[in-house]
């Protein structure tokens, strides 16, 4: 089925030509394979550094706080400071919380046991189990 594109051709000063278009297979990409473990290790390291600043800026800011709280002895400052001690202090036990993180992951991949799980089941009456619990006593 031709279609016509004559006036078309004709504004743009042009001569189309039929062109027969077969479709081909969609291909999808791979997704690209990634290292876990060493996007892991770079995330901890940059995790890792951020604390330490967070931690060295929080006591530089907490030692110019302390030092306008004596010079002022103004109860706003105080408060501040307290504000700071415990922003740092929340900071450290985030630094322990990513150590903890990593240990729990290192060991979920080390850690790769199968558990085993071997159940005994009797069947039939009573009377029959009380029988050969006995017979297994007197056995021994």
């Known amino acids: ?10 504004a743009l000063n042009t001569n189309s030509i039929d062109v027969e278009v ?8 791979e997704p690209p394979t990634r290292d876990i473990s060493k996007e892991l290790d770079k995330d901890y390291e940059y995790t890792r550094g951020n604390l330490y600043s967070l931690i060295e800026k929080g006591q530089e800011t907490l030692n ?9 002895q103004s109860p706003r ?3 501040v400071a307290g504000q700071v001690i415990k922003s740092v202090a929340d900071t450290t036990d985030k630094l322990l919380d990513l150590q903890k993180k990593l240990k ?14 071997n159940n005994a089941m ?15 006593g007197s056995s021994k």
């Open 122 to 136: 009797f069947v039939g009456s009573t009377a029959e189990l009380q029988k050969m619990l006995k017979d297994m």
């Open 1 to 10: 089925m031709k279609k016509d594109f004559g006036s078309i051709d004709k």
């Open 22 to 29: 077969t479709a081909t297979p969609e291909v999808k990409p």
């Open 77 to 79: 400052a105080y408060e």
């Open 104 to 117: 729990d992951i290192d060991e979920t991949k080390s850690s790769s046991t199968t558990n085993v799980t």
């Open 64 to 72: 110019g706080i302390m030092e306008l709280a004596d010079e002022t």
